[in-house]
């Protein structure tokens, strides 16, 4: 896929723009802003953005789109683009599931997906993604949960427009990996990136769950398998953490 980028100053949300603007704009474009006044999170938080070097953009994807059960898939595929990136730096990244990117155990990046319906049918979706390039340590404790950025784990401050450079080509590559594929294509990174949650004692939360369990394994289709205390489920969506 070829993707185009468009910068802005200051938008509210590259995610709302992209939405707003889906129709009129092609598949690939990358809406990249150098600040964001509303930055959203997923499951309604905010996602702060300040104008100190970091990256925020949403990428529009719409043609040969995914089948429907594999919408949820677009934001960890992505998680392993900027997984690589991440080690491309030197850095040691994992991926917390769903598809958040941690470094040293804090979060670096956050991904946020939002798909693009018109009379039940979904046209595509617009994936946007944070990841703390060149935070400060003051902005971060400013964040609700343990975060980091590359500049302060590799303590130098880096080009932004050089990482997002390097991110667009992982992605285009593990895209259309899982284009071709499915999710299946990609199963030895994914492996590679969330094995150290394996075992570990977690909460958790999504709509209809809130209990504690040990993560039996990653699925290959990016569901998650748990072992709670009464039963072993196959979690779909929502949040884990661990539970200390
Ligand atoms: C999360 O909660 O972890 C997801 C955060 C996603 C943030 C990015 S920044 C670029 C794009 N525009 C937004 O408003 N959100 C996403």
């Known amino acids: 896929m070829k ?24 598949n690939g474009v990358v809406i990249l802003a150098r ?18 070097g970091n990256l925020y953009f949403s ?4 043609d040969d789109f995914p089948h ?21 730096y030197g850095l040691f990244p994992s991926i917390k599931w769903p598809n958040d990117v941690l470094v040293s155990g804090k979060k670096v990046c956050g991904l946020l997906s939002e798909s693009v319906i018109y009379r039940n049918q979904i ?13 400060s340590l003051k ?17 130098k401050n880096l080009d932004p427009e050089e990482v997002l450079a390097i991110l667009l080509n992982h992605f285009s590559v593990c895209y259309a990996c ?12 994914w492996i590679k990136y969330t094995k150290e949650w394996i075992g570990k004692k977690v909460r958790v939360e999504n709509e209809s769950i809130k209990k504690t369990g040990s993560i039996l394994a ?18 779909y969506d929502g949040d884990i953490y661990i539970d200390k």
């Open 68 to 88: 429907t059960e594999q919408v949820n898939n677009i934001t960890q595929v992505a998680s392993i683009a900027v997984a690589q990136t991440l080690e491309f």
């Open 35 to 52: 600040t964001q006044s509303a930055g959203k999170g997923r499951r309604g938080r905010k996602w702060i953005s300040p104008d100190e």
């Open 123 to 135: 046209q595509g979706a617009v994936l946007g993604i944070g990841l703390n390039v060149n935070m």
């Open 59 to 62: 990428i529009v994807l719409k």
């Open 218 to 235: 990653f699925n290959e289709n990016g569901t998650l398998k748990i072992n709670f205390d009464d039963n072993v489920s196959t979690v």
């Open 178 to 189: 899982f284009q071709k594929k499915g999710f299946i294509g990609l199963k030895d990174h």
């Open 3 to 26: 993707l185009t980028v468009r910068r802005f100053e200051c938008l509210d949300s590259t995610n709302l723009y992209a939405r707003e603007n889906f129709y009129s704009l092609s």
């Open 139 to 155: 902005t971060l404790k400013t964040i609700d949960q343990p975060a980091t950025a590359m500049g302060i784990e590799l303590k």
